[in-house]
């Protein structure tokens, strides 16, 4: 579908840029020919169809025209972020692992070779000139393959979600939307790799309406927004501060900037900051691996408790324990209807019995909707804190925290201490020094009652996962053992 879709663009609008990575552009014409160059190697190779076939590709572009590549003769696609990952594979349609000549290491023979897989050596993107389109390979007698993306772990574990391609191309033009890509678009990915949700739908609801993606891997992303007119750019909290590192006369002002932010909630100092020095149209982004986008909110910095206006053709409900919707300020689960059919987990049934049920993806977050609509997201199911004897949902504490310190990160946990007690631990993501008294004081105000036993970490760095999201286990582990 998405070839299609290119090579439909390629043929209407050849020299049109579809897509610049770390500078290097490449024109529909030329992103086409490349697709069809690496096709019809893949043809030659007769892979088993209907099997999964991992791209243990990190450069972007290269991942993507083989990825298109193997999908159109019928092949499922997959992604990892660097070698070390393969060994926890165990999908068992996986048939074989694709690298490129300059990605290619010992140890990726060795892994692939332990699991009985099978090792395909691709030419590097460079040596995919503009040269003539290659006569078509024959069109494969299966369906187009569909894609894997990994799961951002947010609930519990890193799971698998397969994407079927007729269900994802119906989904575009509702995304397109949601996101305001179009063809004029000028969409700034990063480094977005397609494991994740966002660094895969992103480029693929671009290059579905004709825009122009825009990839970039490495130091000094501010020279992106030097050189191009760009109209989107995602980020997470953490890319965002990254790139507001620049110095102040090498990150120019774009007015006419989306910045959208996702995989986390965005701290209100860093929102600031943005606003000041690259635009004022920033929104907030919730989505997920398994529900897709739910809501592209414009940020309020007066309106702390992080509403988001759920896209109309989105169904969310908060519902009890019994699945019951809940009224109006209600706090409860949070559950999505399924918009493209997916109903659970590759090979993982347990999973799938459990956050998929009756036609709705529960994500196992706590949220409240309001009489008008919006959704205000209290933390997940699990992340509930005991202070005081009180039950507390951790996300809504973290979140005001963060804006009155002014810190980048803020993750909140108790601990049952050996004489049956809750101890609280708060974990400060914050470059510049905070004395204990204005801990104290601010968390005080927060939580409107003085806290007796709390032990306050202050770290340069959080361990975040790939989207940028607080690692809470692996937090505890590093700072309790």
């Not at 696609?77 to 692992?97: Q, Y």
């Not at 989105?314 to 519902?319: G, S």
Request: with cysteine.
């Amino acid at each position: 579908m998405l070839l299609e879709a290119i090579t439909r663009q390629a043929e209407l609008t050849p020299a049109k840029l579809a897509l610049i990575h770390n500078g290097v552009t490449w024109s529909y014409s030329g992103l086409a020919q490349r697709i069809a160059i690496s096709r019809q190697h893949f043809a030659a190779q007769k892979l088993r169809p209907g099997s999964v076939v991992v791209l243990a590709i990190q450069h972007l572009a290269a991942a993507w025209v083989h990825g298109i590549a193997l999908r159109s003769l019928g092949l499922n696609t997959l992604c990892v972020p660097a070698e070390k990952t393969l060994p926890d594979l165990s999908l068992a349609r996986i048939d074989s692992v694709v690298t490129t000549v300059g990605e290619h290491r010992p140890e990726i023979s060795m892994q692939v070779a332990d699991k009985g897989w099978r090792l395909v050596i691709a030419a590097p993107i460079a040596q995919l000139a503009d040269v003539p389109l290659p006569q078509a390979a024959a069109a494969s007698a299966l369906p187009e393959g569909g894609h894997v993306l990994m799961t951002s772990g947010t609930t519990g574990s890193y799971k698998m979600v397969l994407r079927d391609a007729v269900a994802e191309a119906a989904s575009v033009p509702l995304h397109a939307d949601i996101n305001g890509i179009s063809a004029q678009s000028v969409v700034y990915v990063g480094e977005f790799l397609k494991l994740t949700a966002g660094g895969y739908r992103w480029p693929l609801i671009t290059w579905a309406v004709g825009g122009t993606v825009v990839f970039h891997q490495g130091p000094e992303p501010h020279r992106v927004f030097q050189a191009l007119p760009v109209t989107h750019a995602f980020a997470t909290p953490s890319t965002l501060g990254h790139l507001l590192k620049a110095p102040a006369d090498a990150l120019p002002y774009c007015a006419s900037l989306r910045l959208l932010v996702t995989g986390g909630a965005l701290p209100k100092a860093l929102a600031l900051i943005a606003q000041s020095r690259l635009t004022r149209q920033i929104f907030t982004v919730l989505a997920s691996t398994e529900a897709l986008t739910l809501a592209v909110t414009p940020y309020d910095n007066s309106d702390g408790l992080q509403w988001h206006h759920i896209h109309p053709a989105r169904e969310v409900q908060v519902v009890d324990e019994a699945g019951q919707p809940l009224p109006a300020g209600s706090q409860g689960q949070l559950r999505v209807r399924v918009l493209d059919g997916v109903q659970g987990y590759l090979d993982d049934p347990v999973a799938s019995q459990r956050f998929f049920r009756d036609g709705y993806f529960y994500p196992g977050d706590l949220g409240i909707l309001a009489a008008d609509g919006r959704l205000a997201l209290r933390g997940r199911v699990t992340e509930v804190i005991n202070v005081l004897g009180s039950k507390l949902a951790a996300a809504p504490l973290e979140q005001a925290l963060q804006d009155a310190l002014g810190a980048t990160g803020v993750c909140i946990f108790s601990v049952p201490t050996a004489a049956a007690e809750e101890e609280l631990h708060l974990a400060i993501e914050s470059t510049a020094p905070i004395p204990r008294p204005q801990l104290e004081q601010v968390l005080e105000t927060v939580l409107g009652r003085v806290i007796p036993h709390i032990r306050y970490h202050l770290c340069g760095q959080l361990p975040r996962n790939h989207m940028g999201k607080i690692q809470r286990a692996l937090l505890q582990q590093q700072l309790l053992g």
